[in-house]
């Protein structure tokens, strides 16, 4: 599996991005998808995930902010992020959890200015 992050960027507080992360290769098996981010100095950490059931989950965090969806059709997850907030910065990356394990992406960078 190939995972293809984009959509980041700078944006002020109390702007909005959205990510995308497009996934190639085999998916066969994969239970879910999900975006984690990390800062500098900071240990990776979970932001929201979508089960294949269409089940999700946020960090508290992000809750009410955040909106995790797909597009099936395009095997592309998306990362609808409003009300940035400085602590928000991080590089951002999707992954991928399936029976065969996780796989990451490459991460692409968010910068909120205060």
């Known amino acids: 599996v190939q995972l293809q992050a984009s959509g980041g960027g700078l944006v002020q507080t109390g702007g909005s991005l959205r990510l995308s992360c497009t996934a190639s290769g085999n998916i066969v098996g994969v239970r879910a998808r999900g975006w984690y981010r990390q800062a500098p100095g900071k240990q990776r950490e979970l932001v929201a995930t979508?089960?294949?059931?269409?089940?999700?989950n946020y960090a508290d965090s992000v809750k009410g902010r955040f909106t995790i969806s797909r597009n099936i059709a395009k095997n592309t997850l998306y990362l609808q992020m409003n009300s940035l907030k400085p602590e928000d910065t991080a590089v951002y990356f999707c992954n991928v959890a399936a029976a065969w394990g996780m796989k990451y992406g490459q991460g692409t960078q968010v910068t909120v200015s205060s």
């Open positions: 979508l089960t294949t059931a269409g089940l999700t």
